[in-house]
């Protein structure tokens, strides 16, 4: 078995990673946003985008929108995200609080993804090239339950070793468990393992306060302060992870 740099695992989280929705959810949020007269700009757009990544990672905001509102899928709890995430695109509360109703409104009746459930041209043939590497292959993602299903329509089993669902072990990105229980999955150490993924804060600080060593997939550059290899497409790994000549 390989090593580069006694590396011999490579995980991966997989929405927004290796699956993607075209146009995005958050995406469509700020182009509904604007179209109810919000300012647009690319500053307030990336500025939003890293607070969405912020929101998910098991921020303390989550945690206590998710108190108030006792389930995620009610529409209370996404009116309350709704006005969260207009703040984070330049809103002031006022506004915020006006617009957060309509908002979702037009997410839960207008968004519908002109391309659903892509995958990159390049994903299936990098992850090809890591297990003929001899890299252990693991799919870890935030989801609640286990998605095999999904895997079948997506194209994407046979690819991995193992995956896992933070719901499976009760522990989610950013801490340190879910990035354990992966590393048991392969019987390795923290240092003998990468972890890909997109959000900055649940898969990038989580990884590397495991131990992993994080790489951060930004095709946007919304995060340059990201003290790690950074990649725009997953086919980079083929490069960043190839056998070194002698």
């Known amino acids: ?6 590396i011999r ?7 927004g990673t290796l699956r993607h929705n075209r146009p995005s959810a958050s995406q469509a949020f700020l182009d509904y ?8 700009s690319l500053p307030n757009r990336q500025a939003n985008l890293r607070w969405v990544h912020y929101y ?20 209370a709890f996404w009116i309350q ?28 009746q207008q968004y519908d993804p002109i391309y659903e459930n892509v995958i990159a ?3 299936r043939p990098t992850l090809s090239f890591l297990r003929q590497a001899g890299y252990c292959l693991g799919l870890v993602s935030n989801r609640s339950t286990p998605f095999t299903a999904e895997l079948e329509k997506l ?4 690819y991995f070793d193992f995956t896992m669902a ?8 950013p801490g340190p468990e879910i990035f354990r229980y992966a590393l048991d999955r392969c019987g390795l150490k923290p240092e003998q393992a990468v972890y890909v993924g997109d959000n900055y804060y649940a898969d990038i600080l989580g990884a590397q306060n495991a131990g992993l060593l994080p790489v951060l997939m930004d095709p946007d550059r919304l995060f340059p302060e990201a003290a790690c290899p950074v990649i725009r497409t997953i086919g980079e790994l083929r490069t960043l992870l190839a056998p070194q000549e002698p």
């Open 1 to 6: 078995m390989l090593l580069i740099n006694g």
């Open 33 to 40: 946003a604007v179209q109810l007269g919000l300012p647009d």
């Open 166 to 173: 933070a719901g499976e072990v009760n522990a989610w990105k």
């Open 56 to 75: 998910w990672a098991q921020s303390p905001e989550l945690f206590i929108d998710l108190a108030a509102h006792e389930d995620e899928l009610s529409e």
């Open 121 to 123: 041209e390049d994903v």
């Open 81 to 108: 995200y709704a006005h969260r995430c207009l703040e984070a695109f330049g809103a002031n509360p006022a506004e915020a609080e006006r617009l957060a109703p309509e908002v979702q409104r037009m997410m839960r």
């Open 9 to 15: 695992a490579i995980y991966f989280d997989l929405d």
């Open 155 to 158: 194209g994407l089993v046979g």
